[in-house]
């Protein structure tokens, strides 16, 4: 398995009681994938199977680590998914995408490339896609990083298939960077 196949889905924090359970700071925006038998892996490949999850207070259990003691093996382990394996557990309603699937895309408006979306960055209010801009534009004096917000004002289509985000205005923003 590629490293470049794998979602970051949450950090595992200190124990929380005396039967194993760890501190889950959920990463991703998938929170029902943290059910009894679903597998994750750690940086070093190593499987963790849930054996029990408190949504309540954000607590997770793993087979194997039924104790404190070993439960405190787990503390700051940032556990991963496959990108495959999400799709086959988190649905996506209409209109919604995978960030693994949005990142890398080109951002394109009125047949010219802006730059690319290297990061999805939450606003609180909406995501912000960090672009970085493209080179020609770059050496015509633009910024070398903008921000475009991911609403429709700005993002008319995005089409993964062809790794393209077709935007609207966008240059007003990047002009004005």
């Known amino acids: 398995m590629l490293k470049s196949d794998l979602v970051e889905v949450a950090l595992l ?4 009681g005396l039967k194993g359970f760890v501190k889950l700071h959920d990463r991703s925006d998938f929170p029902k994938q943290f059910k009894k038998d679903a597998k994750f892996i750690d940086k070093d490949g190593n499987g963790l199977i849930v054996k029990s999850f408190n949504s309540a207070n954000s607590s997770i259990l793993f087979y194997g680590f039924e104790d404190v003691d070993l439960a405190k093996t787990l503390t700051n382990k940032i556990i991963y998914t496959t990108k495959e394996l ?11 995408f995978f960030y693994f699937d949005i990142l890398g895309c080109e951002i394109c408006e009125n047949d010219q490339i802006l730059g690319v979306i290297e990061d999805i960055e939450d606003s609180g209010a909406n995501n912000l896609f ?8 770059v050496k015509q004096g633009f910024p070398e990083n903008f921000y475009i917000p991911y609403i429709d004002r700005y993002v008319e289509k995005i089409d993964i298939e062809n790794r393209k985000i077709y935007t609207k205005d966008a240059i007003l923003i990047l002009e004005n960077s």
Do not use: A, F, N, P
């Open 13 to 16: 924090g200190k124990s929380v």
């Open 86 to 96: 999400t799709r086959q557990t988190c649905k996506l309603k209409k209109d919604e």
């Open 130 to 137: 960090y672009i970085k801009t493209d080179e020609v534009l």
